[in-house]
């Protein structure tokens, strides 16, 4: 059994930075790609990016291109999301997945296993 656990969430100021890290428990963790989602309030889960195991592609999406990347040390079973350029409109709680499924890694259905999320608040 797979468990995940968010850090690093807090308050900052619009245009400031924060990293978020998901650290990940259980023999199997480097089997998963892995993904982080972010739900507002009112509004559903969405996709904010994902790493494959097997290369470490990055896939995100595109309101956040360009400001975060995804990343992972395997040897620390760790999964970062850097924040750069931060809007209040990506205000959310965060939460890592862990996904064995091979595609659909923008579909929180595929997912296997999820955090319990971590507040990021940006003010304007």
């Known amino acids: 059994q797979e468990q995940l656990v968010e850090s690093g969430g807090g308050l900052v100021q619009a245009g400031g930075s924060l990293r978020l890290s998901c650290a990940a428990s259980?023999?199997?963790?480097?089997?998963?790609?892995m993904g982080w989602f972010r739900q507002a309030p009112g509004k559903e889960r969405e996709f904010v990016g994902a790493i494959r195991r097997v290369n470490g592609n990055t896939y995100y999406a595109d309101s956040v291109k360009g400001r975060f990347t995804v990343s992972r040390d395997t040897a620390k079973n760790l999964v970062y999301l850097q924040m750069n350029s931060l809007e209040p409109e990506d205000t959310a709680v965060y939460f890592c997945a862990a996904t064995v499924a091979g595609d659909g890694l923008r579909d929180a259905k595929k997912y296997n296993y999820w955090g319990q999320g971590t507040q990021v608040t940006v003010s304007s």
């Open positions: 259980g023999r199997t963790f480097n089997s998963y790609d």
